[in-house]
T-cell receptor
Framework: NAGVTQTPKFRVLKTGQSMTLLCAQD?????MYWYRQDPGMGLRLIHY???????AKGEVPDGYNVSRLKKQNFLLGLESAAPSQTSVYFC??????????FGPGTRLTVL | KQEVTQIPAALSVPEGENLVLNCSFT??????LQWFRQDPGKGLTSLLL???SQREQTSGRLNASLDKSSGRSTLYIAASQPGDSATYLC????????????WGLGTSLAVNP
């Protein structure tokens, strides 16, 4: 029972490059979230999903896209990376009581 | 607009001390409140979840209380240990949109041997 996993753990990109972060869960939760965490700013919600095939914008969605083609996977895409997107990215799922469970994070640096 | 504040931002205590971490929120119409722990370079671990109808939750040496009318929650840690050193985060979900969390910035706790 792996819980919530994230791939990759670390990545360095050059400005303008694209990449996709993968979140996978085996908890059978409907709700999934992508956050970014920056020093002094706390956790900010990028996008979230209330079920397979659905996505919605969070607090800071610009520059990111997401897809939830399968219930167990939630993908976060950066089409043209910018230095401002240097951050630690966390994926989370939520059960029916809205208790959230987090992955280990992806540390992304954009040069 | 709901805002969550955690004071103090940092706390250093000697091992064995009982301590209280504070979380305050501006809108009392919450759905639930969660306390998380984050170790350096790691993800977040859920510690306690308190529904709006509950007054407190306990897990081992941890006890979280909720007072909606005053907009406050406290996390009590008994007999602190060096392994408790971490950042503790509080988050609330609103009654009107209970699937999004509003986060505090956390309290960084150091328990010294």
């Amino acid at each position: 029972n792996a819980g919530v996993t994230q791939t990759p753990k670390f990545r360095v990109l050059k400005t303008g490059q694209s990449m996709t972060l993968l979140c996978a869960q085996d908890m059978n939760h409907e709700y999934m979230y992508w956050y970014r965490q920056d020093p002094g700013m706390g956790l900010r919600l990028i996008h979230y999903s209330v079920g397979e095939g659905t996505t919605a914008k969070g607090e800071v969605p610009d520059g990111y896209n997401v897809s939830r083609l399968k219930k167990q996977n939630f993908l976060l895409g950066l089409e043209s990376a910018a230095p401002s997107q240097t951050s630690v990215y966390f994926c989370a799922t939520a059960d029916r009581y809205n208790e959230q469970f987090f992955g280990p994070g992806t540390r992304l640096t954009v040069l | 607009k709901q805002e969550v504040t955690q004071i103090p931002a940092a706390l250093s205590v000697p091992e064995g001390e009982n301590l209280v971490l504070n979380c305050s929120f501006t809108d009392s119409a919450i759905y639930n409140l969660q306390w998380f722990r984050q170790d350096p370079g790691k993800g977040l671990t859920s510690l306690l979840l308190i529904q709006s109808s509950q007054r407190e939750q306990t897990s081992g040496r941890l006890n979280a209380s909720l007072d909606k009318s005053s907009g406050r929650s406290t996390l009590y840690i008994a007999a602190s240990q060096p392994g408790d050193s971490a950042t503790y985060l509080c988050a609330v979900s609103n009654a009107g949109n209970n699937r999004k969390l509003i986060w505090g910035l956390g309290t960084s706790l150091a328990v010294n041997p």
